[in-house]
């Protein structure tokens, strides 16, 4: 496995910011790694790249413990931390060249200017970090973590700042480094995980909430519910009461998204009210629910627990 993490703590005084969690990446592998603000996904990647000694717990790259050899480790790994640190006066090849030279690459020429047509740095190439915009800034950032061509890829909100249509650019940079390496990313974009990743890890008050194939996820979160379009303005209390029914969300005008512990008897029901009521029914099937919803839905169930 590329990436293990076992039993991993951070605690801050009687804080602890993250509690016990376990997760492993194998090569090949892009996982989105998603959490509300605060909820341990830096904490997390700090302690992966050797920048943050957990209070207890192991975390491994490549088979090598990182708080017993984080030399080793940040060789084969590249971070781009959510506050992207640049020495912003230094030339864009200046700086890669610098970085180039830490991790003692040869041909570092060579490999500067590969990097900069990678991450579509090469209009900007000859100007100042410093005359960057935020979007470019990102990408000299990207091309840090990369330029060592490391096994195992970090990335902290890797698209901030990032107009649409870079979006799409560093997208397509990460899914093509990822196909051989082991990238972790975290990002509150959640369309950029749909896009990208086909397994989540989902990170809340500093444990694990869910982790599992992105289909898997949909399919286990999806199952109990149902949307219910109507043509016209029906009298919730007509059939909110229904025994069959756990939970109900208006999504707009005349629909409505509804759960239950047995979603055909809940169907059932609706449709022998709406022929009893002469309601003017449009549809009422199985819900494919974005990741956005099952997100908030997630997190907000275990805040409410």
């Known amino acids: 496995m590329s990436i293990e993490v076992k039993g991993l703590s951070k605690l801050y005084g009687e804080q602890k910011a993250i509690d016990q969690i376990s997760f492993s990446l194998q090569q090949g592998e892009i996982v989105g790694f998603l959490g509300p603000n605060g909820a341990g996904k830096s904490t997390t990647m700090k302690i992966l790249t050797g920048c943050l000694k957990p209070s207890?717990?192991?975390?491994?790259?490549?088979?090598?413990?990182?708080?017993?050899?984080?030399?080793?480790?940040?060789?084969?790994?590249?971070?781009?931390?959510?506050?992207?640190?640049?020495?912003?006066?230094?030339?864009?090849?200046?700086?890669?060249?610098?970085?180039?030279?830490?991790?003692?690459?040869?041909?570092?020429?060579?490999?500067?200017?590969?990097?900069?047509?990678?991450?579509?740095?090469?209009?900007?190439?000859?100007?100042?970090?410093?005359?960057?915009?935020?979007?470019?800034?990102?990408?000299?950032?990207?091309?840090?973590?990369?330029i060592h061509k490391p096994a195992v890829l970090i990335l902290d909100e890797p698209t901030t700042g990032l107009d649409p249509n870079q979006i799409v650019e560093i997208r397509e940079v990460i899914k093509t480094y990822g196909k051989n390496r082991s990238v972790l990313f975290s990002t509150h974009i959640l369309q950029e995980v749909e896009a990208i990743c086909d397994r989540v890890i989902i990170i809340h008050e500093g444990k694990i909430i869910a982790d599992s194939l992105l289909s898997h996820l949909r399919n286990q979160q999806t199952a109990n519910f149902i949307k219910l379009s109507l043509r016209e303005n029906v009298e919730e209390g007509e059939w909110q009461a229904l025994a069959a029914m756990k939970s109900c969300r208006r999504i707009s005008e005349f629909e409505w998204e509804l759960e239950a512990d047995d979603p055909e008897t809940l169907k059932k029901q609706l449709l022998s009210l709406s022929l009893q009521n002469n309601w003017n029914l449009v549809s009422l099937q199985s819900e494919s629910r974005s990741l956005e919803n099952i997100f908030r839905d997630l997190t907000k169930s275990v805040n409410n627990e």
């Not at 088979?63 to 480790?73: D, L, Q, R, S």
């Not at 940040?74 to 991790?103: Q, W």
């Not at 970090?129 to 800034?137: A, C």
């Open 56 to 146: 207890s717990g192991k975390a491994f790259i490549n088979g090598i413990e990182v708080n017993e050899h984080p030399f080793k480790t940040k060789k084969i790994t590249g971070y781009l931390p959510e506050s992207n640190p640049l020495y912003v006066d230094m030339y864009i090849r200046e700086y890669l060249s610098f970085i180039a030279d830490i991790h003692q690459i040869p041909n570092k020429k060579k490999e500067v200017e590969e990097i900069i047509d990678v991450v579509k740095l090469r209009p900007e190439a000859n100007k100042k970090i410093s005359q960057l915009s935020k979007g470019f800034k990102q990408r000299v950032g990207l091309a840090a973590a990369l």
